[in-house]
Nanobody, 115 residues
Framework: QVQLVESGGGLVQAGGSLRLSCAAS????????NGWYRQALGKPRVFVGS???????NYADSVKGRFTISRDNAKNTMYLQLNSLKPEDTAVYYC?????????WGQGTQVTVSS
């Protein structure tokens, strides 16, 4: 019943920007903890950033100052703004919501940064 639909991934040159979206349905979005993870080819999935129900944010050191997480409760949507992109940011980016001890994942969206 819970569905997370991601969009916004694509191919961009180094130094460019993208905005990823994660639209949620079937869940109390405003009460959920929202996060982004990424997985590069041949590497494990790692934490990128998160935003709590009260709006507090947390970021991995590798993206701090370049990426920004936000949420629009009226649209049941979470965003990840990616600025100053580097080739090492290339990965599949996954949306995750957590509520009531349960975790829900999006399908992932590919971000490729060329040099």
């Amino acid at each position: 019943q819970v569905q997370l639909v991601e969009s916004g991934g694509g191919l961009v040159q180094a130094g460019g920007s993208l905005r990823l979206s994660c639209a949620a349905s079937g869940i109390n979005f405003s009460a959920a903890v929202n996060g982004w993870y990424r997985q590069a080819l041949g590497k494990p999935r790692v934490f990128v950033g998160s935003i709590g129900s009260a709006g507090s944010t947390n970021y991995a050191d590798s993206v701090k100052g370049r990426f920004t997480i936000s949420r629009d409760n009226a649209k049941n949507t979470m965003y990840l703004q990616l600025n100053s992109l580097k080739p090492e940011d290339t990965a599949v980016y996954y949306c995750k919501l957590g509520l009531g001890g349960r975790q829900y994942w999006g399908q992932g969206t590919q971000v490729t940064v060329s040099s």
